[in-house]
């Protein structure tokens, strides 16, 4: 009946090796990965600086076109977002499955948005771009050097206060754009049948995500702001008084 206490330096060295080995893997994968979103998020930023400021790189083109570009480049830090989760369930990635599921969700809602949303209701979509360009790049390289242990290094230390500090004001005025965004493209979608199926038809289902849009992702947003805002403010509070062991 006496527990049997197992000390490491006990065990096979074989096995000791292995499991270096396969964290060494994990944490070259999940450096890998914030480097690749690093670049992705910057190319999204520098896509949003260039339609406002009307550079030659979108130079003779209609609005539309912009934002399909920018849609474009906006799906391929979806996908990023999308091999996020299957990091997680791996346990590469430490955010958790629920928190990354609805990243990718809300990133969906608002890349659709993008293409139909009516700019003369109101700036929301200049506002929910900028947003994302200023607030998610400087996540990544602070996981990167968290990963590389160089988060108490003076780069570290800055990307660290800009990863908890920025959500502040950028979280609320990003999610509110966002979310105003895709209303405003509702009455679009509902006008050109877009993402509309009726019935009948061959698959026998019926499905409005302009509707959905309005009513039910609204509710979502109203619901979940509050608690993702109090879930990074206490995020926030373990990095300026860190517990100790």
Known sequence: GDKIVINEKDLPIRNLKYVENENSLKDLIAILYNLVMIV??????????AEYNNTAMFDGQTPQEIYECIYHNALSVLGGIRFNVILVIFGISKI???????????SIFVYISILYTDESKGPYICWALTAFAFGEPPRYPYYMLKKLGAEESSIGIIFGHLRYNLFLVIYPIGAYSDLMTGMMAVEYMQEKNIYIWKLPNKYNVSFNFPWFMWYIVSTIYCIMLPFNYYYLVKQRSRFYNPVED
Do not use: K
Not at 40 to 49: I, S, T
């Open 40 to 49: 992705l998020w910057l190319c999204f930023a520098y896509c949003v600086y």
């Open 96 to 106: 958790i499955v629920l928190g990354s599921s609805l990243a990718f969700a809300r």
